[in-house]
């Protein structure tokens, strides 16, 4: 077995803090987005749980949003229905929020503690899988242990 990177180590050891035994999976290939995530594992790309950091306008804070990978998140109900104005997350502040790069970031083990969206159509797979801290490291887990893992609120994104 391939030794993890450090960024990935970190969301392993997240897991197992958690009580999770989830393991972090080191693939030979990126999975940089959901369909390069979803080739290599053989897999649906629904059931890709891609990160993506914005940044709330008014406190400089960043929010997650957990989607399914065939969904594009809706930016304008996102932002209806938390009653704030979103904006875009560059790589410098989804480091600086979250520890981790963009394209490796998984939905737990924050440097920070970060506001989570989950979207509810990752309920309709049995086993999803999420980044785990590096662009060609994932993990598996169900959208319950989502939920629970992360304290996301579940709500439609598109």
Not at 107 to 121: A, C, S
Request: aromatic letters at 4%; one cysteine or more; a negative charge.
């Amino acid at each position: 077995m391939q030794s993890l990177t450090a960024s990935a180590q970190q969301v392993q050891e997240k897991l197992l803090e958690l009580a999770h035994p989830n393991e972090v999976v080191k693939l030979t290939d990126s999975a940089r987005t959901a369909q390069e995530a979803a080739d290599t594992l053989e897999c649906n790309v629904a059931q890709i749980a891609k990160s993506i950091i914005f940044k709330l306008k008014s406190t400089n804070q960043p929010l997650l949003v957990v989607a399914s990978g065939i969904n594009r998140i809706n930016e304008e109900i996102i932002a209806q229905k938390l009653n704030v104005k979103l904006g875009k997350a560059d790589a410098d502040f989804v480091r600086e929020s979250t520890g981790f790069v963009i394209g490796g970031v998984p939905p737990l083990g924050h440097k920070n503690p970060v506001q989570t969206l989950i979207d509810e159509d990752l309920f309709k797979y049995e086993t999803i899988w999420a980044a785990a801290g590096h662009p060609k490291a994932v993990f598996q887990l169900t959208p319950d242990e989502l939920e629970k893992m992360t304290k996301g609120q579940v709500i439609s994104v598109k």
